[in-house]
């Protein structure tokens, strides 16, 4: 079973140009979330998606927005890139979500997409 | 929102020595995920615990979740140094349906021959 695949591996940009991410869950999983890594801030949730609707959404400006398709793979978009957004960007698939009592399902995660922000 | 503070923040263990790493919750804990980290890399997803007094074992690495404590903790066994990398703890916040896990910063381990 192919994991959680995401493209492109490695991207470098410059201010204020905007990028798309793409993100394929393993098949079968409804549920992609993205993570954003920085050595400061550690691993930070930026949004879920399940079944084409955002479920959850993390505390990141309106910059950063997302989609997911029927067949289950999401995009990410940052819109008037900063500096600061030069980080490992991570996708992780589930099959469904929690209960809100607890985690249920197991979460994978892609290898990441590093963004560089000149 | 809850805040997960895992220590150390990093080790250096000999090869064929024990280790524990711990992962503190600032609230309530409803099942927490360990993974593991090479630098640059992925998650790898080592182990879910669902309930307080869990423990679940997966070759020389075993993960405890102790709800009382808002603790969890992961013990390997006879490090090798394979088990090198960063341990990260994510743990999903109190009612919340779906995925916003939130993450500890960080445990990274060495393991020296």
């Known amino acids: 079973k192919a994991g959680v695949t995401q493209t492109p591996r490695y991207l470098i940009k410059t201010r204020g140009q905007q990028v798309t991410l793409s993100c394929s869950p393993i098949?079968?999983?409804?549920?992609v979330s993205w993570y954003q890594q920085t050595p400061g801030q550690g691993l930070q949730f930026l949004f879920e998606?399940?079944?084409?609707?955002?479920?959850n959404k993390g505390n990141f400006p309106g910059r950063f927005s997302g989609r997911q398709f029927s067949n289950s793979r999401s995009e990410m978009n940052v819109s008037t890139l900063e500096l600061g957004d030069s980080a490992l960007y991570l996708c992780?698939?589930?099959?469904?979500?929690?209960?809100?009592?607890?985690?249920?399902?197991?979460?994978?995660f892609g290898p990441g997409t590093r963004l560089t922000v000149l | 929102s809850q805040e997960l503070e895992q220590s150390p923040q990093s080790l250096i263990v000999q090869e064929g020595k024990n280790l524990t790493i711990n992962c503190t919750s600032s609230k309530t804990l409803y099942g927490l995920y360990w993974y593991k980290q090479k630098y640059g890399e992925g998650l790898i997803f080592l182990m879910m615990?669902?309930?307080?007094?869990e423990e679940k074992s997966h070759e020389k690495i075993t993960a405890k979740l102790d709800e009382k404590k808002q603790q969890s903790s992961l013990h390997i066994t006879a490090s090798q140094p394979s088990h090198a990398g960063i341990y990260l703890c994510?743990?999903?916040?109190?009612?919340?349906?779906?995925?916003?896990?939130?993450f500890g910063k960080g445990t990274s381990l060495l393991v020296t021959p």
């Open positions: 098949s079968g999983h409804r549920s």
């Open positions: 615990l669902q309930k307080g007094g």
């Open positions: 992780a698939s589930s099959r469904t979500g929690t209960s809100g009592r607890g985690p249920t399902d197991t979460q994978y």
């Open positions: 994510g743990a999903p916040p109190r009612g919340l349906s779906g995925y916003a896990l939130n």
């Open positions: 998606y399940f079944s084409e609707t955002q479920r």
